[in-house]
């Protein structure tokens, strides 16, 4: 049973390769056949305006004669041009290829049809074949011509629209392992930096408050564990981006104790708009190291979340010191400004910005969308 069919298998790949090298074929004949029929019509009634008659079919069968050379020569001329496209490397390489290429086709051609249009009763063409040539060389050389460079055109059209076509495949591929290389950088600039600071208010706490240790303890591993399950996502919603959040401040609430409270004004109607992942903790870091960790008063942050005409507007307070003089991107800001700008173009906003009330606010702005998350593949 198995010989059987892996011999009928074996039998139906030259099938569908014989199927596959016919197609081409039947195109070209099929095509040429029309164009003989389209210029057959317009001889004839362009004959009937003249107030010649000349039969439909006799215009027919002599437009066919000439197509039928075409025919036999258009697979072998678009093989030639995709061996030979147009470069500008290689200029005369072409000039030196196509235009005796052209010129040995076009007088097959018209060989061709100065030996048959005399069988099939072509008006226009009497039996002497020199002469049939002579007059069809001198009439009809330059339109033949034509052809012959339509034909390379065509394939030069359809070789720079593929290669656009896979520029735009490999931009988009990049574009994604952009993000995935940003995403992937804000992970690892998370994990050693807050790592270290949370460590080390564990190992402070574990001899003055053991329980307290232990809570941090496992907040950490929780928070971390969000970070490392996240399967490459470029965006979540941003529900799931606000408890990563709270997760990350209930640590740094256990480190500044007091000092650090948070509050986070987001309605029900914007809780499942997408953002880009990790979006708002280098912002809340920002506020916290450049805001509340400056000062020795409560510190207070603020997270915000609204729909405006169709953006997703995101902002982050404190009441801290302010910018001052200076307004410094660390690598926090700035990385997500260029995951913004990569992810959205002219689509988004971002400012840094004094806050009202005192401090800093940091603010942006993303097309309000809602549905499943794009990921990173």
Known sequence: MNRTIAHLNAATVPTERLACARRPILLTVAGWILCAAVFATQSHFAAAVRGQSVPWGAAFAAWLVWASGWALLTLPILRLAKRVPFERRAFWRVVAVHVPGSVVAVLFNLALYAAAAPLVGAPGVGPDWSANFSRLFVMTFLPNLAVYWALVGAVQFLRL???????????????????????????????????????????????????????????????LRKVLDNDGSREVTLREELDFIASYLAIEQIRFAD????????????????????????LVENAIRHGVARRAR????????????????????????????????????????????QMFGARHAFDIGENPGGGTAVSLAIPLQEGPCASVH
Request: aromatic letters at 4%; one cysteine or more; glycine letters at 8%.
């Open 259 to 282: 000092r650090l409270s948070y509050h986070v004004d987001a309605g029900p109607d914007v809780m499942q708009a997408r953002v880009p992942s990790l979006v708002l903790q280098p």
């Open 298 to 341: 409560p510190g207070r942050i603020v997270i915000s979340a609204r729909a405006d005409n169709g953006m997703l507007r995101l902002a982050v307070t404190d009441n801290g010191a302010g910018l001052g003089r200076d307004v410094k991107w660390g690598i926090g800001l700035s990385n997500t400004r260029a995951r913004l700008q």
């Open 161 to 223: 629209r593929h290669n656009i076509h896979e520029r735009e495949r490999r931009h988009l591929r990049l574009e994604a392992q952009l993000a995935e290389a940003q995403l992937l950088a804000l992970k690892s600039q998370l994990q050693p930096h807050f790592l270290f600071n949370t460590l080390n208010s564990i190992a402070v706490l574990i001899g003055d408050d053991p329980a307290a240790a232990r809570y941090m303890l496992q907040l950490l591993c929780g928070l």
